[in-house]
């Protein structure tokens, strides 16, 4: 039986999300939520479903619901959806706060529902075609860096960009770092808008995670050594580059990558797919909170090294 699904946020990505949704043979769009009525009916009708005057009444209507509000009311929506015992697809970073994010597992584990967080490289078909490549990782290092956009500034860029590189190497590494440290600055922004972070692991593996919004054009790559081979990734252009040395001889090898697939449609089929077919889902609310609290890690490193510097106040208000 197909789920019924709705969305809350219908802003610039929660448009994608309805329209993704809408299109999807295996489950139905009853309809959207979004604050701002008129936005609301102008998505509904473009992907023909119905926007929703109470957010509430959407919920009870549906399975399951894919939430895609600002950060700051993860919690708030989020809750809201796994208190009512509907299956929750929420969008990263999961919460503001490790309590929030703790509140939010407390919460779905009580009501046994689905609860899938949207780190959305996993889905990035260049990092499909590479996965099973990787066996021994002992350096990772990761640049992306985009131009600045008013609309993510709600966070640090760690939790904007870098979670997405943090979340990958604690995949591909399957363990948490035992060292984390890091440094940036705010550049645009009374946040910090370009940081680097180093991820120690307790076999003297290297993660190098370098973020930035203060950036002209766009840059994403990461790079995976191992005792057998050099990976390189590129999210923009999806290019999958793999050398590996066979006696004395360095030999290239570039796989196949699926340029037509989007990871939106993938993401959100592996959960309607979690849903429908009572299956774990790809990404836990837990694998989601080690990285956030990864990520609050090197946010505290930041501030250490700015407090001391003098460039960030100590009474400044961040966000905790």
């Given at each position: 039986?197909?789920?019924?699904?709705g969305v809350?946020g219908?802003?610039?990505?929660g448009?994608?999300h309805?329209r993704?949704l809408s299109?999807?043979d295996?489950?139905e769009?009853?309809?959207?939520?979004?604050?701002?009525?008129?936005?609301a009916?102008?998505?509904?009708?473009?992907?023909?479903?119905?926007?929703?005057e109470?957010i509430?009444?959407?919920i009870?209507?549906?399975?399951a619901i894919?939430?895609?509000?600002?950060t700051?009311?993860?919690f708030?929506?989020?809750r809201l959806?796994?208190?009512?015992?509907?299956?929750?697809?929420?969008?990263?970073?999961?919460?503001?706060?490790?309590?929030?994010a703790e509140?939010?597992?407390q919460i779905?584990?009580?009501?046994?529902?689905k609860?899938q967080?949207?780190h959305i490289?996993?889905?990035n078909?260049?990092i499909l075609?590479i996965k099973?490549?990787?066996?021994?990782p002992h350096?990772?290092?990761?640049?992306r860096?985009?131009?600045?956009?008013?609309?993510?500034?709600?966070?640090?860029?760690?939790?904007?960009?870098?979670?997405h590189d943090i979340?990958?190497?604690l995949?591909?590494?399957?363990?948490d770092?035992?060292?984390?440290?890091?440094?940036?600055?705010?550049v645009l922004?009374?946040r910090?808008?370009?940081?680097?972070?180093?991820?120690?692991?307790d076999?003297g593996?290297?993660a190098?995670l370098?973020?930035s919004?203060?950036?002209?054009g766009?840059?994403r790559?990461?790079?995976?050594?191992?005792?057998?081979?050099?990976?390189?990734?590129?999210?923009?252009?999806?290019?999958v580059?793999?050398?590996?040395?066979?006696?004395?001889?360095?030999?290239?090898?570039?796989?196949?990558?699926?340029?037509s697939?989007?990871?939106l449609?993938?993401?959100l089929?592996?959960?309607i797919?979690a849903?429908?077919?009572?299956?774990?889902v790809?990404?836990?609310g837990e694998?989601?909170l080690k990285?956030l609290r990864?990520?609050?890690?090197?946010?505290?490193e930041?501030?250490?090294?700015?407090?001391?510097?003098g460039?960030?106040?100590?009474s400044?208000?961040?966000?905790?």
């Open positions: 039986m197909k789920p019924k699904i809350i219908v802003g610039h990505l448009f994608h309805a993704v299109q999807l295996s489950c769009l009853v309809g959207i939520y979004d604050i701002d009525m008129e936005r009916r102008s998505v509904a009708s473009q992907w023909n479903t119905k926007a929703y109470d509430e009444s959407l009870r209507d549906v399975d894919s939430c895609v509000v600002p700051v009311n993860h708030e929506v989020g959806v796994l208190e009512h015992g509907k299956h929750l697809f929420l969008e990263k970073p999961m919460a503001r706060t490790l309590q929030e509140q939010l597992l779905a584990d009580s009501a046994g529902v609860f967080v949207g490289e996993r889905f078909p260049a075609a099973e490549q990787i066996n021994e350096f990772i290092e990761s640049h860096l985009s131009q600045y956009n008013a609309r993510s500034t709600d966070v640090d860029v760690v939790l904007d960009l870098m979670i979340d990958l190497t995949f591909f590494m399957g363990k770092p035992i060292r984390v440290d890091g440094a940036g600055v705010p922004t009374d910090i808008d370009v940081a680097n972070a180093r991820l120690e692991f076999r593996e290297i190098n370098t973020a919004r203060a950036y002209i766009k840059k790559k990461i790079r995976i050594f191992q005792p057998d081979a050099y990976i390189s990734v590129n999210f923009v252009s999806m290019d580059e793999i050398y590996r040395k066979i006696d004395s001889t360095i030999l290239p090898y570039f796989p196949s990558v699926d340029k697939v989007e990871p449609r993938l993401e089929e592996s959960f797919d849903v429908r077919f009572d299956r774990p790809a990404v836990s694998e989601a990285a990864v990520a609050f890690q090197i946010i505290d930041i501030d250490k090294r700015l407090e001391l510097s460039i960030l106040e100590k400044r208000e961040r966000l905790r």
